[in-house]
């Protein structure tokens, strides 16, 4: 049995959410490593997609959030074949809440990122043309975005 036939495939639920022209975005730090995510996390077992989506923005923001419709999708898949994600991205909107950082020691900081801020960040997955291009209002009919692993 090969190493890659033990591993699970992951699922990772995000949320595009635009104030002002600017895209909210979560800071981890990992190993001593900072980088932008767009708010999300994995999906549990029996959670929908939207349910998991909104969990996640209570649990690392603090805010609710109205999903809508799935943007893009993107697979983050390592060179060594340990880590494959599978993003899914929809459109989101603020309902309710105060925005505040969640308590998971990775997070670091939230921010909305205006698109020069994006362009100089690291960005994970490697997002950063199609944020840009979709607050640009640029943003093609293209949902699956096809593979990509940030170094």
Known sequence: MSLLNNKRIRIRVAGILI????VLMVCHQKNGKSYWL???????????LPQALRREFEEEIGIQVEVHDLLFSIDSISPSGKR??????????????????????????????????ISNATVYPSLK?????YVA????????LGSHWNK
């Open 84 to 117: 494959h994600i599978v993003n899914l991205v929809f459109i989101c909107k603020y309902s309710s809440g105060v925005y505040r950082l969640g308590l998971d020691k990775r997070l670091s900081d939230f921010k909305f990122l205006s698109i020069d801020e």
């Open 19 to 22: 104030e002002n022209g600017n």
């Open 129 to 133: 043309k199609q944020l840009i291009d």
């Open 38 to 48: 767009l708010p999300g996390g994995g999906v549990d077992y029996g959670e929908t």
């Open 137 to 144: 209002g640029k943003s093609g009919q293209k949902i699956y």
